[in-house]
């Protein structure tokens, strides 16, 4: 019924041209062509790394040319507004400075007689007044 294939029974009795190989691979080329590799690969990065050092000299060397009229200026600021060097410090001063306004007594226009009160003390007087509300228009009873 079902045949069975043995492949290697009997193969050369039945094929005598089929042979196997005798040496799969080249194992001194491989190492020669790795062993090459690795030297291209070792010149490849000493020629660059001498490359790099030459153009690193070279910039080293070079002298920056001096303008005359920016050696003139050269603690000249920009205008107004000018960046922010630490934002971290210019929000702490900022804080402090709405503390002080909001805790303390203060003028705010002394001719005509107007001045500022702590908040605390704002918010107390408020409580204790009460807020203005309007007056409803009698016309306009619901």
Known sequence: MAEVHMPHAGAHG???????????????????????LIVTGLFISLFVWV???????REAARVPPVYPLAAA????????????TNPRQ???DLRVQEEQVLDT???????????????????????QRGLPARRSPQGNAK
Do not use: C
Request: charged residues 25%.
């Open 14 to 36: 039945e094929h005598p041209e089929i042979h196997h190989e005798t040496s799969d691979v080249n194992v001194r080329g491989v190492l020669a062509f790795g062993g090459g």
């Open 105 to 127: 007594y203060g003028w705010v226009d002394r001719n005509a007689g107007i001045v500022r009160i702590p908040i605390t003390d704002a918010m107390k007087l408020t409580v």
């Open 90 to 92: 210019d929000l702490r």
């Open 73 to 84: 200026q050269e603690n000249r600021q920009p205008p107004e507004p000018r960046l922010q």
């Open 51 to 57: 490359l790099f050092q030459y153009f690193s000299a």
